[in-house]
């Protein structure tokens, strides 16, 4: 499998060869400015392939050379930590100069305190991390992140350079000699199994129901409280809290980053709900109308005005509406603002099935060209509840500021669990009803 042929105008031209999906990765960030190459700055990488990384790290050892930016490794999970550290893997990565780091999401999902790059400065890096969205690694926008295989990302770590093709381009060695890499050899699977490492599962006791405490005044832990079940009718007039243009992923939905954070405090993550998503209204992002005050506001404070005033509201999507991660915070924050259901042309599919389990509503476009008929000034009626089933579609009533009406055929797949999860609530609240 081959990867495009140049990085970007900002940077020389490397050939990407080998791409891989690892379950973390690794990441060569080497800085640039537009047209200009200059000294390399760090260097990050996980480790599904770090057999061939270690190849290739091995190799520049045998020369007596050492990675020319940072390195950084991050294991994706315990069991593959063990494992590469039993079968001697770390090592040669260790010995070029590479820096392990613990065993979770960090740099892939931005939490990377990244020290050496000021926020807004052109830069970029290459990356074997399976997602390379605007300001996903490092939260800035203009960090350019292009992604390749462990292995290429160790050779580019070696060399420095963006330009550097282990194809075709020599190292120069220790004593002055010049080298070209030789492909990377590995075996497919350790040959004496995984390792499952350390067991760091601590059980709670046995004789006595604990109990969870939780700072009333914290600012990042929140214990959760149900959410409220259908009311047993139809859905009436509801507002539009945003119609959103174009791609919008779970990372527009939910930024990740800094607001990681606040993971166990949905009422403060919920502060980053739909900021990253473009408003067909006016091409901005975090800028909607109020349709009580007439006055515009971010996402999540307006539908926090809507949830005060209990007026109920939905968010219009594009094609493929909830991309990327599957982030349950993404499902989670609109359902506690108020959301009763989300409106698109397609669903990306883990996305579609999160808003099930928190009892929203996950609708399509039965003709995708309606999406055109939907204004952001319209009240939103939703038909049909009483009698939802599998694969009969729900009508949606649109009233339009002229007072004119039309309805519109809105297609689900719900089947009849999911059907429970949404009449209940969420799918705890029927898991609980169950008990």
Same mark, same amino acid.
């Given at each position: 499998?081959?990867?495009?042929?140049?990085? +970007?105008?900002?940077?020389?031209?490397?050939?990407?060869?080998?791409?891989?999906?690892?379950?973390?990765?690794?990441?060569?960030?080497?800085?640039?400015?537009?047209?200009?190459?200059?000294?390399?700055?760090?260097?990050?990488?996980?480790?599904?392939?770090? =057999?061939?990384?270690?190849? #290739?790290?091995?190799? *520049?050892?045998?020369?007596?050379?050492?990675?020319?930016?940072?390195?950084?490794?991050?294991?994706?999970?315990?069991?593959?930590?063990?494992?590469?550290?039993?079968?001697?893997?770390?090592?040669?990565?260790?010995?070029?100069?590479?820096?392990?780091?613990?065993?979770?999401?960090?740099? =892939?999902?931005?939490?990377?305190?990244?020290?050496?790059?000021?926020?807004?400065?052109?830069?970029?890096? &290459?990356?074997?991390?399976?997602?390379?969205?605007?300001?996903?690694?490092?939260?800035?926008?203009?960090?350019?992140?292009?992604?390749?295989?462990?292995?290429?990302?160790?050779?580019?770590?070696?060399?420095?350079?963006?330009?550097?093709?282990?194809?075709?381009?020599?190292?120069?060695?220790?004593?002055?000699?010049?080298?070209?890499?030789?492909?990377?050899?590995?075996?497919?699977?350790?040959?004496?199994?995984?390792?499952?490492?350390?067991?760091?599962?601590?059980?709670?006791?046995?004789?006595?129901?604990?109990?969870?405490? #939780?700072?009333?005044?914290?600012?990042?832990?929140?214990?959760?409280?149900?959410?409220?079940?259908?009311?047993?009718?139809?859905?009436?007039?509801?507002?539009? @809290?945003?119609?959103?243009?174009?791609?919008?992923?779970?990372?527009?939905?939910?930024?990740?980053?800094?607001?990681?954070?606040?993971?166990?405090?949905?009422?403060?993550?919920?502060?980053?709900?739909?900021?990253? +998503?473009?408003?067909?209204?006016?091409?901005?992002?975090?800028? &909607?109308?109020?349709?009580?005050?007439? !006055?515009?506001?971010?996402?999540?404070?307006?539908?926090?005005?809507?949830?005060?005033?209990?007026?109920?509201? #939905?968010?219009?999507?594009?094609?493929?509406?909830? !991309?990327? /991660?599957?982030?349950?915070?993404? *499902?989670?924050?609109?359902?506690?603002?108020?959301?009763?259901?989300?409106?698109?042309?397609?669903?990306?599919?883990?996305?579609?099935?999160?808003?099930?389990?928190?009892?929203?509503? +996950?609708?399509?476009?039965?003709?995708?060209?309606?999406?055109?008929?939907? =204004?952001?000034?319209? @009240?939103? /009626?939703?038909?049909?509840?009483?009698?939802?089933?599998?694969?009969?579609?729900?009508? =949606?009533?649109?009233?339009?500021?002229?007072?004119?009406?039309?309805?519109?055929?809105?297609?689900?797949?719900?089947?009849?669990?999911?059907?429970?999860?949404?009449?209940?609530?969420?799918?705890?609240?029927?898991?609980?009803?169950?008990?």
């Amino acid at each position: 499998m081959h990867g495009p042929q140049a990085l +970007a105008s900002t940077t020389p031209p490397m050939s990407l060869r080998g791409l891989s999906r690892p379950s973390r990765a690794m990441v060569a960030r080497i800085c640039s400015e537009p047209g200009v190459m200059v000294k390399p700055a760090l260097a990050l990488m996980p480790l599904l392939r770090a =057999c061939r990384a270690a190849s #290739v790290a091995r190799q *520049a050892l045998n020369k007596g050379i050492k990675a020319k930016a940072g390195f950084t490794i991050t294991p994706g999970s315990e069991q593959i930590r063990a494992t590469i550290a039993r079968d001697g893997l770390d090592k040669p990565l260790k010995d070029i100069g590479g820096v392990v780091l613990a065993n979770a999401c960090g740099p =892939c999902i931005g939490q990377w305190n990244r020290q050496d790059m000021p926020k807004g400065q052109a830069n970029t890096i &290459v990356t074997s991390y399976n997602r390379n969205f605007t300001g996903r690694n490092d939260a800035n926008p203009e960090t350019h992140a292009f992604v390749t295989s462990p292995e290429l990302v160790t050779a580019l770590t070696i060399a420095g350079r963006l330009d550097f093709n282990p194809m075709t381009d020599s190292l120069t060695a220790a004593d002055g000699s010049k080298f070209k890499l030789e492909p990377p050899t590995s075996d497919e699977l350790p040959s004496r199994g995984f390792d499952a490492g350390e067991e760091t599962y601590q059980a709670p006791p046995k004789d006595q129901r604990p109990s969870v405490e #939780v700072d009333p005044s914290s600012k990042r832990l929140q214990l959760l409280t149900p959410f409220d079940k259908w009311n047993g009718g139809d859905l009436d007039e509801m507002f539009v @809290l945003i119609k959103v243009q174009g791609k919008c992923t779970t990372d527009h939905i939910s930024a990740a980053g800094p607001w990681l954070k606040f993971r166990g405090h949905l009422d403060n993550i919920s502060n980053n709900m739909l900021i990253g +998503a473009v408003n067909s209204e006016n091409g901005e992002k975090n800028s &909607v109308r109020n349709h009580m005050t007439g !006055e515009y506001g971010g996402v999540p404070d307006t539908a926090r005005h809507y949830k005060a005033q209990g007026k109920n509201w #939905v968010a219009i999507g594009d094609d493929n509406y909830g !991309e990327g /991660s599957s982030r349950e915070h993404a *499902a989670l924050e609109p359902r506690h603002l108020g959301a009763r259901a989300i409106i698109v042309k397609s669903f990306a599919r883990i996305h579609e099935t999160n808003l099930k389990k928190q009892g929203l509503l +996950a609708l399509t476009f039965q003709e995708p060209s309606d999406y055109d008929r939907i =204004c952001p000034d319209d @009240l939103i /009626s939703i038909r049909g509840l009483k009698d939802m089933a599998p694969g009969k579609p729900l009508q =949606c009533v649109v009233r339009h500021s002229n007072g004119q009406e039309e309805t519109l055929q809105l297609n689900h797949t719900f089947n009849d669990l999911q059907i429970n999860w949404f009449r209940a609530g969420s799918a705890l609240n029927f898991m609980k009803l169950k008990q």
